[in-house]
Nanobody
Framework: QVQLVESGGGLVQAEGSLRLACAASGRTFSSYAVAWFRQAPGKEREFVAAISRTSTTTSYADSVKGRFTISRDNAKNSVYLQMNSLKPEDTAVYYC??????????????????WGQGTQVTVSS
């Protein structure tokens, strides 16, 4: 079992930047593939980015490609989401999710068994 805690959210103006962090505790963090999802008010939770266990593979939603970067530091049991050129439509609660021993990163919510509580990101125009 792994516990996930997100941090780094807040209020930022359009074109600004934020860096989210997901801190993990429990089992060996390097055994987990990790993803970020987000959920805006009245909308379904959607995939943002994912990273494989050894950072070999990353995946991004089309809406964030070129603006967001996912990375991880297994020594610090952490995954990060660097968000640049933020837009008002990026406003959402951002969730960290993990799946044990997953070899291939996916964009499906159902593939990730462990979830954090989320951190709010608000982008003003």
């Amino acid at each position: 079992q792994v516990q996930l805690v997100e941090s780094g959210g807040g209020l930022v103006q359009a074109e600004g930047s934020l860096r989210l962090a997901c801190a993990a505790s429990g089992r060996t963090f390097s055994s987990y593939a990790v993803a970020w999802f987000r959920q805006a008010p009245g909308k379904e939770r959607e995939f943002v980015a994912a990273i494989s266990r050894t950072s070999t593979t990353t995946s991004y939603a089309d809406s964030v490609k070129g603006r967001f970067t996912i990375s991880r530091d297994n020594a610090k049991n952490s995954v990060y989401l660097q968000m640049n050129s933020l837009k008002p439509e990026d406003t959402a609660v951002y969730y960290c999710a993990a799946d044990y021993l997953r070899l291939v990163v996916t964009q499906r919510r159902s593939d990730y068994a462990y979830w954090g509580q989320g951190t709010q990101v608000t982008v003003s125009s």
